[in-house]
T-cell receptor, first 113, second 115 residues
Framework: AQSVAQPEDQVNVAEGNPLTVKCTYS??????LFWYVQYPNRGLQFLLK??????LVKGSYGFEAEFNKSQTSFHLKKPSALVSDSALYFC???????????FGKGNQVVVIP | DAGVIQSPRHEVTEMGQEVTLRCKPI?????LFWYRQTMMRGLELLIY????????DSGMPEDRFSAKMPNASFSTLKIQPSEPRDSAVYFC?????????????FGPGTRLTVL
């Protein structure tokens, strides 16, 4: 069964500094990988996905993520964090042979002004 | 498009009562998912439908939970009887087709409190 690990509970970063949210995954085959963001009292919003092709994926709000097959990672990055980026971030994976989407536990990102 | 619509947004009920959560997916989407989110267990998939047919209900906690999708634009998640441990935020999501690379679009959720 596929699974996702988001090792950090909370990521603190100063406004303007680079932001990285870590994600590693486990699947039996080639993965589909996703990042979602959740603001307080809201549903999850899609940020970006990796399906195939270029390992660097660009998404909404200036976020990007890099697929690394050898390290089974899909870390989310943003070059310069904004206070408004403070939210809960979820990594998710789906095995191409399985219809279920497995979510990580989420990382709380706090951007300090 | 209005996005995925869920109702009610908040529900407070007493233990033993029946609770019905409602979802309207995005028009044209043919896959629908029900999730539950709690602090302890995170985000859990309860059940999903393809073309109104339940495909995987292995995440449904127990027989007190049931879900239906009578048509392409409406689904319900029912809890009968409800218990305090059912308190959570319940999300509905839809996508173009499960099993492909399509992302899911989430509704705003229903915050359920069972006293």
């Amino acid at each position: 069964a596929q699974s996702v690990a988001q090792p950090e509970d909370q990521v603190n970063v100063a406004e303007g500094n680079p932001l990285t949210v870590k994600c590693t995954y486990s699947v039996s085959g080639n993965p589909y990988l996703f990042w979602y963001v959740q603001y307080p009292n809201r549903g999850l919003q899609f940020l970006l996905k990796y399906i195939t092709g270029d390992n660097l994926v660009k998404g909404s709000y200036g976020f990007e993520a890099e697929f690394n097959k050898s390290q089974t990672s899909f870390h989310l990055k943003k070059p310069s964090a904004l206070v408004s980026d403070s939210a809960l971030y979820f990594c998710a994976v789906r095995d191409r042979g399985n219809n279920r989407l497995a979510f990580g536990k989420g990382n709380q990102v706090v951007v300090i002004p | 498009d209005a996005g995925v619509i869920q109702s009610p947004r908040h529900e407070v009920t007493e233990m033993g009562q029946e609770v019905t959560l409602r979802c309207k997916p995005i028009s044209g989407h043919n896959s629908l998912f029900w999730y539950r989110q709690t602090m302890m267990r995170g985000l859990e998939l309860l059940i999903y439908f393809n073309n109104n047919v339940p495909i995987d209900d292995s995440g449904m906690p127990e027989d007190r939970f049931s879900a239906k999708m009578p048509n392409a634009s409406f689904s319900t998640l029912k809890i009968q009887p409800s218990e305090p441990r059912d308190s959570a935020v319940y999300f509905c999501a839809s996508s173009l087709q499960a099993g492909d690379n399509n992302e899911q679009f989430f509704g705003p959720g229903t915050r359920l409190t069972v006293l």
